[in-house]
């Protein structure tokens, strides 16, 4: 789903009204029903709704959702945050047919019953703010979503909830927690990003009357990972097993037998066609016994049974017959590791996956990320990011990701809620799919063993990434409807692939 900013939709808005002609108030009017529409839903017969406005669009769209209310016989009361007298021109439109149906505005710093009306409300719109908010809500607008968030009532948003950034999805201090968001033409990475996503609820995307060819013509480097955006390619019927990647994991060290356990028997659900599997030689037998499908081979070790920088030799030889190698998890800490790491990615060129402790053998020397050999991969989560230097100080994680990616020309996957991959070119994917039931040491060397076994299949990195992130999020959701939340662990997620991928689009 492509995303927009709010000085791209404001353009958009412009040129509709400014050079089609199209009337401001005609696509208020429209956003309008469809916000009173959404709140209809949860209005019992003679039950009762509250509209809180501010005093740009955003409100004039909470004012045009009172007028449908009163044409449907809803009983409503709109409250005014703000100064009447600093209404957009659409807004008073939007007041003015309020005024005819007998509606009328009521100055909220003047209102005192205002708390007991909300708590026999069925509905409230939250028509405050809009995409252009950028300050933190004070005052009056900070009460009001206090009372919003307090009331019980089914909440529905206009556009964005207020107090979330859409640009960002950062919260300014507070914000409206939405049942529904009802946003329109185009969605905004603050409805995906989180905190700004846990607030908006169930979001819903509006036609208002910008016509189609304006609309997908928006020129975008964002985009949600919806379900119809993930697909696997279908198999010939003549292929082989070659003809589906060779996949190079060197992982694992003594104690540590469970990463590479779990990232090879992911890339093989994922449709690996072969997997081979680099072990220090401590743990070699172990890994042997744990794993049938995938192929462990032993590695020079040093005498804590982490591999050793001697081991560089045949993983550099296997990596050449690779298409895919994937470095990192459960490797552990070493001065000789991180020499190690380093020459694979100064020297190898085929596609490299960096995770775990693949990462921590950059940290402090980002710069080989820029002399990488081949295509580089990294999948840190929040901690490893800041580690690595990425700067998160800002609360804007898409920023955060984007600017490193550009900066070191790698593709980075920055774990966490609504996980963000970018791109070296500046796009990027939120993705939709994943909840707290992953929360469980070893989901990300499920994820980091998919990404393998899809590059090694040949789609596009961008592809190959952003289709096993909404995966490998989609079978953790599977997992957490089936087990609750509580008991999912990786290996369930590794279980539960064959599910997910095939309930994706073409899989």
Do not use: W
């Not at 960002?168 to 914000?175: F, K, N, Q, Y």
């Not at 070659?242 to 104690?255: E, F, N, Q, T, V």
């Amino acid at each position: 789903m492509k995303l927009t900013n709010s000085v791209q939709m404001r353009e958009i808005d412009s040129y509709a009204i400014d050079d089609l002609g199209i009337p401001g108030s005609v696509l208020m009017r429209s956003a309008a029903e469809h916000v009173a529409e959404a709140a209809m839903e949860s209005i019992k017969p003679g039950g009762r709704a509250a509209v809180f406005c501010g005093t740009g669009n955003n409100g004039g769209d909470g004012i045009g959702a009172a007028a449908c209310f009163i044409n449907r016989g809803v009983s409503v009361r709109v409250f005014l945050i703000g100064d009447e007298e600093k209404l957009t021109p659409d807004s008073r439109e939007m007041l003015r047919q309020l005024t005819v149906l007998g509606g009328k505005l009521e100055v909220f710093s003047e209102t005192v019953d205002i708390e007991s009306y909300l708590r026999g409300c069925d509905a409230i719109i939250d028509a405050i703010f809009g995409i252009g908010l950028n300050s933190k809500l004070r005052g009056d607008a900070l009460a009001a979503v206090e009372m919003i968030n307090n009331s019980g009532a089914v909440v529905v948003s206009a556009d964005i909830p207020s107090g979330v950034q859409a640009d960002t999805g950062a919260v300014l201090g507070d914000a409206v927690i939405a049942d529904i968001t009802v946003t329109f033409s185009l969605a905004k990475p603050g409805h995906f990003v989180e905190p700004g996503c846990t607030r908006c609820g169930e979001l819903r995307v509006r036609d208002i009357g910008i016509p189609g060819d304006i609309i997908d013509g928006a020129v975008s480097y964002v985009y949600a990972v919806m379900h119809d955006d993930a697909s696997l390619k279908r198999r010939r019927l003549d292929s082989h097993k070659g003809d589906y990647g060779r996949c190079l994991i060197i992982s694992g060290s003594l104690g540590y037998t469970g990463a590479p356990a779990l990232a090879a028997r992911a890339s093989s659900r994922m449709g690996a066609g072969l997997v081979f599997l680099g072990v220090p030689e401590a743990i070699y037998n172990i890994m042997a016994v744990k794993l049938d499908e995938e192929m462990p081979f032993p590695l020079p070790a040093d005498k804590h049974g982490r591999l050793a920088a001697n081991a560089a030799g045949e993983i550099l030889h296997r990596a050449e017959q690779c298409d895919v190698c994937l470095i990192g998890p459960g490797l552990g800490r070493s001065p000789e590791i991180t020499e190690l790491v380093a020459s694979i990615i100064r020297i190898v060129k085929t596609p490299i996956i960096l995770d775990a402790d693949g990462l921590n053998a950059i940290i402090g020397k980002t710069e080989v990320l820029e002399k990488a050999a081949g295509p580089l991969i990294i999948t840190p989560h929040p901690g490893e990011f800041a580690r690595l230097g990425g700067d998160l100080s800002s609360g804007d994680r898409l920023r955060a990701a984007r600017t490193f990616a550009h900066k070191f020309g790698c593709v980075l996957v920055l774990k966490g809620h609504r996980t963000i991959t970018a791109l070296p070119d500046g796009t990027a994917f939120i993705n939709t799919t994943g909840g707290p039931a992953m929360a469980k040491g070893g989901s990300g060397d499920v994820l980091a063993g998919m990404i393998a076994a899809l590059i090694g299949q040949r789609y596009a990195i961008r592809d190959a990434v952003s289709t096993a992130v909404y995966i490998h999020g989609l079978a953790g959701d599977m997992c957490a409807a089936e087990f609750g939340e509580n008991s999912v662990t990786a290996g369930d997620i590794v279980a539960m692939l064959p599910r997910a991928a095939r309930s994706v689009a073409g899989g």
